[in-house]
């Protein structure tokens, strides 16, 4: 069974900086072999995709809310996912989801069970 | 960027119910889609991909249905595990973007 685990969440104030990091473990699961995904979900609030990396990680892409701010980066050879966040707002306040890409398609499975990040001061 | 737009907001429904929730795309996604379950306090979990592909281990009461901009989420018999929030997901173009999400509620 695959499972992520996601860490480094916690309370910063504006203007600060927090990685985040996702661990990938599973039998039989090759972690290079997949696209990974971050995801967030503010308080009380809905899904909000962040950001998208391919398996060699070649290929990026970020939601507006987060270019510019935010840097994903993966690790292979450490089975992990990562998201450098800077200039972090009040609105980045929420969970955080590394979820896997199964089939190379742009969809979501599965996904960590998420680390909250407070933005506050 | 395309919009997805889910409704009803929330359903009231009775075990045994049959449940369908719509998902409306701001422009044509062909059956890049996908749907998501999501109970308090826990990750999201997917159901549906491809528009109408059941995820492995998932029940065969949920199915899914649609193309192009119009796409449906049905249980056909709601149990009470079912009670969550659902999300659809276009998966066609970046950004990929969700739906506002539904909850089922206990009538």
């Known amino acids: 069974e695959v499972q992520l685990v996601e860490s480094g969440g916690g309370l910063v104030q504006p203007g600060g900086s927090l990685r985040l990091s996702c661990a990938a473990s599973?039998?039989?699961?090759?972690?290079?072999?997949?696209?990974?995904?971050?995801?967030?979900?503010?308080?009380?609030?809905?899904?909000?995709?962040?950001?998208y990396i391919s398996s060699s990680g070649s290929s990026i892409y970020y939601a507006d809310s987060v270019k510019g701010r935010f840097t994903i980066s993966r690790d292979n050879a450490k089975n992990s996912l990562y998201l450098l966040m800077n200039s972090l707002r009040a609105e980045d306040t929420a969970i955080y989801y590394c979820a896997r890409d199964p089939h190379s398609r742009w969809w979501f499975d599965p996904w960590g069970q998420g680390t909250l990040v407070t933005v506050s001061s | 960027?395309?919009?997805?737009?889910?409704?009803?907001?929330?359903?009231?429904?009775?075990?045994?119910?049959?449940?369908?929730?719509?998902?409306?795309?701001?422009?044509?996604?062909?059956?890049?889609?996908?749907?998501?379950?999501?109970?308090?306090?826990?990750?999201?979990?997917?159901?549906?991909?491809?528009?109408?592909?059941?995820?492995?281990?998932?029940?065969?009461?949920?199915?899914?249905?649609?193309?192009?901009?119009?796409?449906?989420?049905?249980?056909?018999?709601?149990?009470?595990?079912?009670?969550?929030?659902?999300?659809?997901?276009?998966?066609?173009?970046?950004?990929?973007?969700?739906?506002?999400g539904t909850k089922v509620e206990i009538k």
Do not use: H
């Open chain 1, 26 to 51: 599973g039998f039989g699961f090759t972690f290079s072999s997949y696209d990974m995904n971050w995801v967030r979900q503010a308080p009380g609030k809905g899904l909000e995709w962040l950001s």
């Open chain 2, 1 to 100: 960027d395309t919009q997805m737009t889910q409704s009803p907001s929330s359903v009231s429904a009775s075990v045994g119910d049959r449940v369908t929730i719509t998902c409306r795309a701001s422009q044509g996604i062909s059956s890049w889609l996908a749907w998501y379950q999501q109970k308090p306090g826990k990750a999201p979990k997917l159901l549906i991909y491809a528009a109408s592909s059941l995820q492995s281990g998932v029940p065969s009461r949920f199915s899914g249905s649609g193309s192009g901009t119009d796409f449906t989420l049905t249980i056909s018999s709601l149990q009470p595990e079912d009670f969550a929030t659902y999300y659809c997901q276009q998966a066609n173009s970046f950004p990929l973007t969700f739906g506002g």
